[in-house]
């Protein structure tokens, strides 16, 4: 059988990403009436200072745990979460919750971020179901800053691109075939839905850790904070590193009695590493 080289891509079909981004696509509400309710019945009066529903959640349940709703100390939902950290009672925490939503990330990245399980929900882009024919992949920084590495990496992608667009192509005509598409377990009289799923199926096996992605994401408190933490540091790879401080920007924003303590501390490579005197929260 004749070897099929595969046609290259040309610069202007690839799309080189180096930044991720991050969309806040949802968050909690509180039922005031029902918490009303609860304090009613229970013969205590008690409001949170903080209009963050997160916030409210958070220092709902810790109060529960002691019922010190009737005398809260001074200092509000600030003081109240900064004691919290303070002492480690880490477990309130994972009541706040928020949907988000990653793109422009490799799969490098989600093959990382996935590991962390507990207090995390993912959908992920299907390369099943997806044509993978626009292409876009991320560049490690380190390689983008040199024009030599850039261009190894850039034809490589090219390459690779060129393959995956030629298999999928093919298997798609070749599973046209009753026989081939027999052959390779489909269902008899598979619609073409099925044959084009078969096809990318198959031809995704030559894509790169580096082909971006698409990730839903919810998670809670918790489960942000040790993120941050584990992937914010100067010790973890590059661009998960940059998706952590971006996700930073946006939870100190949302919830700052939550996630206030963390500080970007620059690096000498001119990226930033996460920190907070609340480890382990």
């Known amino acids: 059988m004749a070897t099929v080289e595969p046609t290259p891509a040309t610069e202007a079909d690839i799309r080189v990403i180096t930044e991720p981004s991050v969309y806040l696509i949802g968050r909690q509400t509180i039922d005031t009436a029902e918490l009303d309710r609860f304090l009613s019945d229970h013969g205590v009066s008690w409001q949170s200072d903080s209009e963050v529903a997160a916030e409210v959640v958070t220092e709902t349940a810790g109060r529960v745990c002691y019922m010190s709703f009737a005398k809260p100390r001074p200092g509000g939902n600030a003081a109240y979460l900064h004691h919290i950290k303070e002492v480690g009672h880490g477990s309130v925490l994972e009541h706040g919750v928020w949907n988000l939503l990653f793109t422009g990330i490799s799969r490098s990245l989600t093959h990382e971020l996935v590991r962390h399980r507990a207090g995390w929900a993912y959908s992920q882009l299907s390369q099943r179901y997806v044509d993978e024919s626009v292409a876009e992949y991320v560049e490690p920084d380190i390689i983008a800053a040199d024009p030599e590495l850039h261009a190894i990496w850039l034809d490589a992608i090219r390459q690779v691109h ?21 052959a390779a377990m489909l269902p008899p009289g598979a619609d073409r839905t099925t044959r084009r799923k078969a096809a990318r199926q198959a031809a995704r096996s030559v894509l790169p850790n580096a082909t971006e992605t698409k990730i839903f994401v919810t998670a809670n408190a918790r489960a942000l ?20 401080c971006k996700l930073l ?5 949302e919830a700052p009695n939550l996630f206030g303590d963390y500080q970007k501390v620059p690096l000498p490579d001119g990226t930033f590493e996460v920190t907070t005197p609340f480890k382990k929260v």
């Open 162 to 182: 060129g393959a995956y667009m030629q298999l999928a192509a093919k298997l798609n005509a070749k599973l046209a075939d009753p026989q081939a598409a027999a």
């Open 225 to 244: 904070r040790h993120f941050l933490e584990q992937r914010g540091s100067a010790f973890a790879e590059p661009e998960i590193r940059k998706l952590a």
């Open 249 to 253: 920007d946006i939870l100190q924003k």
